[in-house]
């Protein structure tokens, strides 16, 4: 196993790096050399999540939604400055490993990866019913339309509505949210099942109820309880996130494992045969639950649990102490138990103990899926891991990246009521009216030739926000036009009103997030900028390609994924690729990017078109993904289960 070594400014690979078992001392998980190179035994496949769906999130960053964003890399911080390189250097390494590199992600989870993707081009996107059916349990903390701050709510509100159309029968649980707005009234269909349960945690006893609504060919279950009842998102306000968010997120476990025993759905119970998809930390706890509370007992010793990371940054970490909250065995500490390294810890006399419940997901869980290929492979590395690199390296033939599908009924240029103007791939002659519209909307002089650059998201250090403001100026001397959509540093949001103020005829920034707008900009721009840092899989780019605005991305996650790198000289000169993928991440690297392409789009109008073409022409359903993650359940029950 090879590892990573930093010296004298440079990055190099070697061997040695000892490979370890899944449960190991706690306080030295995580901070050992990183895994970087390694061959697999099963799938993998990707995507992720960008924007936020609702405009009441706007009030809060994502590092501050739920309160368990680990608020730093775990790299010592003697050591981050060597991974920052010249533009030139750095260029001159990418050349050097990008095809290693690329075979390297590519071979993540072989034989698996091809499985899966030979299995969906196997069954196609006619076929309806899977060979096997399951019992499906989605847990989940937002779940579209009914609660949803961003990709996650995007992927539990369709995929399982995929995956019964498939044949499969599927529960999704999420909490009853109820903050005293017009989104209360998404639950309108929802009934009481006048089923109450007792859960045991946090020093007492909490009793949850069960309201159900059947939609889709999915059973909607919602946990209601108090603690779900107040203004916000789901996780915080505008303050901040909720400080009581572990004790909210471990009724939900605990209701979530007891719902497939006790509700009598369509006539009868789920049942104890049931394969649990738990997403992210806030569902964390089932896996755990279901080796240390069920089977020891003899109760769900047939049902399975895979783990989905939509966001490894995200873990779920509290103080030690309050282990005795979530309702486990004293003997299971080890599962989620989790040391800081000494340099991350807050003060001298701190011992930098804690729990972490994804770390404990990820130990007991079956399978784990990520919503990209390519993030697979990065989650098992130090800049990727969060300090959990050496656990996911060590579970990696069982980690497989699937990516995320978009809603191709109300992503679809042809008949989005959002946009002025109609278009396809056989006909995309009103794409250019729709950018006038667009110019025209935001006062922006009306200029079709002129290439227009736009970015959807939160304006936040993640979304490489500081590279476009650096940028910027650089930028404003080509003849192009820049607009913006997005929230969340109020300092990121006064410089983009100060663009505006100086470049009047070049750039609009659009402070706060509005989904109308969102479509407007998707379908008028010429090219989408997503210089982002890491992207797990990412959406707008996916929604760009089917309106047939170009992607100009960094290479990362499902970014890099999803994007094909433009060439114009392959297929006999016919052109291939969807887009520019760039790297490294630098000022320079993204404006030579930008630039090529608002190039292409001013003089090869035959190679645009190509670029546009193939982009619409992709296949984005939620179907083709549903096909993937069937292979991976045959998968998850031909073992037994990994913690018996």
Same mark, same amino acid.
């Given at each position: 196993m090879a590892s990573l070594q930093i010296s004298?400014?440079?990055?190099?690979?070697?061997?040695?790096?000892?490979?370890?078992?899944?449960?190991?001392?706690?306080?030295?998980?995580? @901070?050992?050399?990183?895994?970087?190179?390694?061959?697999? %035994?099963?799938?993998?496949?990707?995507?992720?999540?960008?924007?936020?769906?609702?405009?009441?999130?706007?009030?809060?960053?994502?590092?501050?939604r739920d309160g368990s964003l680990l608020g730093f890399q775990l790299i010592p911080p003697g050591d981050q400055k060597l991974f920052s390189t010249s533009t030139e250097e750095a260029t001159h390494q990418e050349e050097e490993s990008d095809a290693a590199d690329e075979a390297e992600i590519a071979d993540f989870g072989v034989p698996g990866n091809r499985a899966v993707e030979e299995g969906a081009a196997e069954v196609g996107y006619t076929s309806v019913k899977a060979e096997v059916i399951n019992?499906?349990? @989605?847990?989940? &903390?937002?779940?579209?339309?009914?609660? $949803?701050?961003?990709?996650?709510?995007?992927?539990?509100?369709?995929?399982?509505?995929?995956?019964?159309?498939?044949?499969?029968?599927?529960?999704?649980?999420?909490?009853?949210?109820l903050n005293g707005t017009s989104a209360d009234k998404n639950y309108a269909g929802a009934k009481d099942l006048g089923v109450r349960v007792t859960v045991h945690c946090f020093g007492g006893s909490q009793e949850v109820s069960f309201y159900h609504e059947y939609r889709d060919g999915v059973d909607w279950v919602f946990i209601d309880h108090q603690s779900y009842h107040r203004p916000g998102n789901p996780y915080g306000d505008s303050k901040g996130a909720f400080g009581d968010n572990q004790f909210r997120f471990t009724l939900l476990c605990h209701a979530a494992c007891e719902a497939p025993l006790v509700l009598p759905l369509g006539g009868f119970t789920y049942g104890e045969k049931s394969l649990f998809l738990v997403n992210d930390w806030h569902a964390g706890l089932v896996p755990i639950l279901l080796a240390a509370k069920y089977r020891p007992y003899g109760v769900y010793k047939d049902a399975r649990s895979i783990l989905i990371i939509h966001n490894l940054a995200h873990q779920g970490v509290e103080p030690a102490a309050t282990y005795s909250n979530l309702g486990l065995p004293s003997e299971w500490y080890g599962a989620v138990g989790w040391v800081f390294p000494t340099w991350a810890r807050t003060h001298a006399l701190d011992t930098g103990e804690a729990v972490n419940v994804l770390k404990g997901a990820i130990v007991t869980s079956d399978r784990i899926i990520t919503v990209s290929q390519g993030y697979a492979w990065e989650i098992t590395t130090v800049e990727g891991g969060y300090g959990l690199q050496d656990l996911l390296s060590s579970r990696k033939s069982v980690i497989n990246g699937i990516t995320n599908g978009i809603n191709i009924d109300e992503w679809d240029p042809s008949k989005d009521e959002d946009i002025p103007f109609h278009y396809s791939v056989d006909d995309?002659?009103? $794409?250019? $009216?729709?950018?006038?519209?667009?110019?025209?909307?935001?006062?922006?002089?009306?200029?079709?030739?002129?290439?227009?650059?736009?970015?959807?998201?939160?304006?936040?250090?993640?979304?490489?926000?500081?590279?476009?403001?650096?940028? %910027?100026?650089?930028?404003?001397?080509?003849?192009?036009?820049?607009?913006m959509l997005g929230s969340g540093d109020p300092k990121c949001e006064s410089w983009m009103r100060s663009m505006e103020e100086t470049y009047r005829d070049k750039f609009r920034g659009w402070v706060g997030f509005n989904v109308p707008i969102s479509h407007r900009i998707t379908a008028g721009c010429d090219i989408l900028?997503?210089?982002?840092?890491?992207?797990?899989?990412?959406?707008?780019?996916?929604?760009?390609?089917?309106?047939?605005?170009?992607?100009?991305?960094?290479?990362?996650?499902?970014?890099?994924?999803?994007?094909?790198?433009?060439?114009?000289?392959?297929?006999?000169?016919?052109?291939? %690729?969807?887009?520019?993928?760039?790297?490294?991440?630098?000022?320079?690297?993204?404006? &030579?990017?930008?630039?090529?392409?608002?190039?292409?789009?001013?003089?090869?109008?035959?190679?645009?078109?190509?670029?546009?073409?193939?982009?619409?022409?992709?296949?984005?359903?939620?179907?083709?993904?549903?096909?993937?993650?069937?292979?991976?359940? $045959?998968?998850?029950?031909?073992?037994?289960p990994y913690i018996n």
């Amino acid at each position: 196993m090879a590892s990573l070594q930093i010296s004298g400014g440079s990055v190099r690979f070697v061997a040695g790096f000892n490979r370890t078992c899944c449960i190991r001392p706690i306080g030295s998980l995580g @901070f050992s050399h990183s895994p970087r190179r390694f061959s697999i %035994g099963r799938p993998l496949l990707l995507r992720r999540a960008s924007v936020s769906g609702e405009s009441e999130t706007d009030d809060i960053t994502d590092a501050e939604r739920d309160g368990s964003l680990l608020g730093f890399q775990l790299i010592p911080p003697g050591d981050q400055k060597l991974f920052s390189t010249s533009t030139e250097e750095a260029t001159h390494q990418e050349e050097e490993s990008d095809a290693a590199d690329e075979a390297e992600i590519a071979d993540f989870g072989v034989p698996g990866n091809r499985a899966v993707e030979e299995g969906a081009a196997e069954v196609g996107y006619t076929s309806v019913k899977a060979e096997v059916i399951n019992n499906l349990v @989605f847990v989940t &903390s937002e779940a579209a339309p009914y609660s $949803k701050t961003g990709g996650l709510g995007d992927v539990c509100g369709s995929l399982p509505i995929a995956l019964a159309g498939r044949g499969h029968r599927v529960m999704v649980i999420s909490p009853r949210y109820l903050n005293g707005t017009s989104a209360d009234k998404n639950y309108a269909g929802a009934k009481d099942l006048g089923v109450r349960v007792t859960v045991h945690c946090f020093g007492g006893s909490q009793e949850v109820s069960f309201y159900h609504e059947y939609r889709d060919g999915v059973d909607w279950v919602f946990i209601d309880h108090q603690s779900y009842h107040r203004p916000g998102n789901p996780y915080g306000d505008s303050k901040g996130a909720f400080g009581d968010n572990q004790f909210r997120f471990t009724l939900l476990c605990h209701a979530a494992c007891e719902a497939p025993l006790v509700l009598p759905l369509g006539g009868f119970t789920y049942g104890e045969k049931s394969l649990f998809l738990v997403n992210d930390w806030h569902a964390g706890l089932v896996p755990i639950l279901l080796a240390a509370k069920y089977r020891p007992y003899g109760v769900y010793k047939d049902a399975r649990s895979i783990l989905i990371i939509h966001n490894l940054a995200h873990q779920g970490v509290e103080p030690a102490a309050t282990y005795s909250n979530l309702g486990l065995p004293s003997e299971w500490y080890g599962a989620v138990g989790w040391v800081f390294p000494t340099w991350a810890r807050t003060h001298a006399l701190d011992t930098g103990e804690a729990v972490n419940v994804l770390k404990g997901a990820i130990v007991t869980s079956d399978r784990i899926i990520t919503v990209s290929q390519g993030y697979a492979w990065e989650i098992t590395t130090v800049e990727g891991g969060y300090g959990l690199q050496d656990l996911l390296s060590s579970r990696k033939s069982v980690i497989n990246g699937i990516t995320n599908g978009i809603n191709i009924d109300e992503w679809d240029p042809s008949k989005d009521e959002d946009i002025p103007f109609h278009y396809s791939v056989d006909d995309y002659s009103n $794409k250019v $009216k729709c950018k006038m519209a667009l110019q025209k909307e935001l006062g922006l002089p009306i200029r079709p030739e002129c290439p227009m650059i736009g970015f959807i998201g939160r304006l936040d250090y993640q979304k490489g926000i500081d590279l476009i403001q650096t940028a %910027g100026p650089d930028l404003m001397v080509d003849d192009i036009q820049f607009v913006m959509l997005g929230s969340g540093d109020p300092k990121c949001e006064s410089w983009m009103r100060s663009m505006e103020e100086t470049y009047r005829d070049k750039f609009r920034g659009w402070v706060g997030f509005n989904v109308p707008i969102s479509h407007r900009i998707t379908a008028g721009c010429d090219i989408l900028l997503m210089p982002s840092r890491f992207e797990p899989c990412g959406l707008n780019q996916l929604y760009a390609m089917r309106y047939g605005t170009i992607p100009v991305v960094h290479a990362t996650g499902g970014l890099r994924d999803t994007v094909e790198n433009f060439n114009p000289y392959a297929e006999g000169g016919a052109g291939a %690729g969807t887009g520019w993928v760039f790297s490294p991440l630098s000022k320079d690297s993204m404006v &030579s990017a930008l630039r090529l392409a608002a190039a292409t789009y001013r003089e090869y109008k035959e190679s645009w078109e190509g670029l546009m073409r193939r982009g619409m022409s992709r296949n984005y359903s939620w179907e083709n993904a549903a096909v993937q993650y069937e292979q991976v359940f $045959k998968w998850v029950f031909m073992d037994p289960p990994y913690i018996n």
